[in-house]
């Protein structure tokens, strides 16, 4: 069963888990279980995708329980406005604080601006030797993602070299591969955590939180994130 984190008479907000499709789609044929057939069942009423959340991305999912208000949602989450924070682990010793203005490129061949502004929570050196290195460094972070391109916050830490645990094909290989065989650790460890919007009919500013799921929670305390 999903988790709802909030409901009213026009949308429904739920955790979605690690691996989870929002819909069916053509890139992902293995797929038997959508997060909208899901919640519609669980709730008996008709639900309408409003934004993106990657598979491999938990955290907060917002439906419409209307077209209407599904329309005048899809607006909201364009606003500069609407706040989303989303929390990672990632390689090395993240800066401080980053804003990075880099353009990307879509599946369609079309490059379009990108923008996201990162902040460290906290880092940890482990003596866990890696390559040529006799320790392994990771941070636990923050993203502000202020445009909403796919796979944006993965591509752009990518870019800074300070990729996500867990990612692929964006993310790095021989990481990826030190976590499935000391922890038999795959999923990718990036979580929508926040998302503060203005409600579209009651004019209410809404702050929704999603608590991470178990396995984020487990590797943010073995590599001493707490």
């Known amino acids: 069963m999903l988790e709802i984190i909030y409901?009213?008479?026009?949308?429904?907000a739920i955790n979605k888990p690690h691996g989870l499709l929002v819909h069916r789609s053509s890139i992902a044929a293995d797929a038997e279980e959508f997060a909208l057939q899901m919640l519609r069942d669980q709730i008996g009423k008709t639900v309408y995708p409003v934004h993106r959340l990657d598979r491999k991305?938990?955290?907060i999912l917002v439906f419409a329980l209307n077209s209407r208000v599904a329309a005048k949602l899809k607006t909201c989450f364009e606003d500069v406005a609407t706040q989303k924070t989303y929390v990672a682990i990632v390689r090395g010793f993240f800066p401080e604080e980053i804003e990075v203005d880099y353009a990307l490129t879509n599946d369609r061949g079309k490059t379009q601006e990108a923008f996201t502004a990162f902040k460290t929570i906290k880092s940890s050196e482990l003596p866990i030797p890696f390559g040529k290195f006799e320790t392994s460094r990771y941070s636990l972070i923050e993203a502000y993602p202020k445009t909403g391109r796919m796979h944006q916050i993965r591509k752009h830490l990518n870019h800074l070299r300070h990729?996500?645990?867990?990612?692929?094909?964006?993310?790095?290989?021989?990481?990826?591969?030190l976590?499935?065989?000391?922890?038999?650790?795959?999923?990718?460890?990036?979580?929508?955590?926040?998302?503060?919007f203005v409600h579209p009919v009651t004019k209410e500013a809404l702050q929704l939180e999603a608590k991470p799921f178990s396995v984020f929670m487990e590797m943010k305390k073995m590599l001493e994130l707490e």
């Open 179 to 196: 976590f499935k065989e000391r922890w038999n650790m795959t999923t990718m460890l990036l979580h929508a955590q926040k998302l503060e």
């Open 163 to 177: 990729p996500i645990i867990g990612d692929r094909p964006h993310g790095c290989n021989k990481q990826n591969k």
């Open 57 to 59: 991305t938990s955290g």
């Open 7 to 12: 409901q009213d008479q026009y949308l429904v």
